[in-house]
């Protein structure tokens, strides 16, 4: 199974680059089967004084999926998913009838 964590979208302050929320997801896929769970993340503490404060236009995706990834619980995530494909596989195993026509 393979597990791929990505940031579709930040969310914001324009004054200061103070990220508020982070959209993430999870794709999964296996053997031609995927599956995606999108989420969001929203960060409440912080200050753009903080020593820690990295500025927006250099945040990169590593940086925010560690904030991301350190917020929620990955591997329920990865399992859900995991799950969502073996049934995929299994209902696909499993079929003893399909629609179409044998022309393109």
């Given at each position: 199974m393979n597990h791929i964590w990505k940031i579709y979208d930040l969310n914001r302050t324009l004054s200061?680059?103070?990220v508020s929320k982070a959209i993430y997801?999870?794709?999964s896929d296996e053997s031609g089967h995927s599956s995606r769970k999108i989420g969001e993340?929203?960060?409440t503490t912080g200050s753009a004084s903080d020593s820690e404060f990295i500025a927006y236009e250099d945040l990169t995706e590593d940086i925010v999926l560690g904030w991301v990834t350190g917020s929620i619980d990955t591997t329920t995530i990865e399992v859900e998913n995991s799950s969502s494909i073996a049934s995929s596989i299994?209902?696909?195993a499993n079929r003893t009838?399909?629609?179409g026509t044998p022309w393109l």
């Open positions: 200061d680059g103070m997801a999870c794709e993340v929203a960060f299994t209902a696909e009838k399909e629609n």
